[in-house]
Nanobody, 124 residues
């Protein structure tokens, strides 16, 4: 059974940084992603990393967020810098079905397993 558990969320002032981590119960070389859901909005894809470590970001976040994974520790991380109030959301990690990430990686139906989410709150 694949289980994903996020951690590292919290409250921070605008301009600050947070590092989220997703612990994965089994070794995986699958496409892994971070999504987020802001209050009153749909869940949206933030960043994705494939089995070979190639990364893709939503254009608006590239340069501030960095996705990475540690295969030895079975963890997926999201380093978030220069945070803004509009980054406030629940952040989720997700595991896909293939090692490559499709062009439709922002579609949540591409992912079979999800964590429970971790809250990130950015105050101005």
């Amino acid at each position: 059974q694949v289980q994903l558990v996020e951690s590292g969320g919290g409250s921070v002032q605008a301009g600050g940084s947070l590092r989220l981590s997703c612990s994965i119960s089994v070794y995986t070389s699958r496409c892994m992603a971070w999504f987020r859901q802001a209050p009153g909005k749909e869940r949206e894809g933030v960043a994705v990393i494939d089995g070979d470590g190639r990364t893709t970001y939503v254009d608006s976040l590239q340069g501030r967020f960095t996705i990475s994974k540690d295969n030895a520790k079975n963890t997926l991380d999201l380093q978030m810098n220069s945070l803004k109030p509009e980054d406030t959301a629940i952040y989720y990690c997700a595991r896909g079905l293939t090692s490559s990430c499709p062009n439709t990686w922002r579609d949540e139906y591409m992912y079979a397993y999800w964590g429970q989410g971790t809250q990130v709150t950015v105050s101005s």
